[in-house]
């Protein structure tokens, strides 16, 4: 994992909070930042990247909601009020479960299968109709569902209840196990995230500050010679 940067476990750990946040905010409220849910569902397509941030759109606007996320829920004791629990349980799980779908092999095999067909509905109904998302959905729940210890998603009843919503939370969990894919597949661990958790706020920090830069820039390491990062499948 030498090739890959500090900055590059930082990226997959945003997008991590990034579909954490959202699946909260439509638990509770029924809605999303457009743009952060896009960036997310797209990840899913995104499979051979040439570097971290393509799996985002390229473009780190695409991931203020989760740089944000990050902040708020890893800084210091200053900022405990602003912390949110649901938040944190969500992030941590979807790590877990991306370990233990790693282990198992098959899930993934399926789910990849599954969002094959979703992409190609995204030529004849758009990128976030409701039938792609049904399939997403169905990708979660059929190979994420039976594996334990599963999410359990806190909000309104009436938001849960409704089929809609309750798809794109589902889509959104299978978003935030790529990017835990991600995170693992450049060297992100638990250990690592305890450790290094100065090194994680910086990172978040300077991706923030760069927000209105028109540097293309984005501190991340080119990988054209090197293996690309694939999605639910072993490099």
């Known amino acids: 994992m030498s ?3 500090q900055q590059d476990r930082t990226l997959a750990l945003i ?3 990034q579909a954490s946040q959202l699946i909260y905010d439509l638990a509770t409220t029924g809605k999303a930042d457009e743009t952060a849910y896009h960036t997310c569902i797209q990840s899913l397509f995104c499979t051979n990247p040439s570097n971290t941030l393509e799996v ?5 606007t695409n991931i203020q909601v989760g740089v944000k996320t990050l902040l ?3 800084t210091s004791e200053q900022a405990m009020e602003a912390r949110n629990v649901e938040v944190t349980r969500y992030a941590l799980s979807l790590i877990i479960l991306q370990k233990k779908l790693l282990e198992q092999g098959e899930p993934l095999q399926k789910i990849s299968k599954i969002l094959e067909m979703a992409e190609g509905q995204q030529a004849h109904f ?3 109709h409701d039938n792609v998302i049904a399939s997403i959905a169905r990708a979660y729940s059929e190979n994420v569902s039976p594996v334990r210890p599963k ?4 909000g309104q009843h009436g938001h849960l209840q409704n089929p809609r919503i309750a798809n794109k939370i589902r889509a959104l969990l299978l978003a935030g196990i790529r990017s835990a894919l991600l995170w693992s597949q450049v060297g992100g661990s638990r250990w690592g995230l305890i450790w290094s958790r100065k090194k994680y706020l910086h990172g978040a920090l300077a991706l923030q500050q760069k927000n209105n830069d028109s540097d ?3 501190g991340t390491t080119d990988r054209k010679n090197n293996e690309p990062i694939s999605l639910f ?3």
Request: net charge negative; charged share 35%; aromatic share 12%.
């Open 151 to 154: 999410v359990m998603v806190n």
């Open 72 to 74: 708020r829920q890893m």
């Open 126 to 128: 758009g990128e976030e």
């Open 216 to 218: 293309d820039s984005d």
């Open 56 to 60: 985002y759109g390229g473009d780190i």
């Open 15 to 17: 997008g991590i909070y």
């Open 3 to 5: 090739e890959y940067t």
């Open 233 to 235: 499948k072993k490099d």
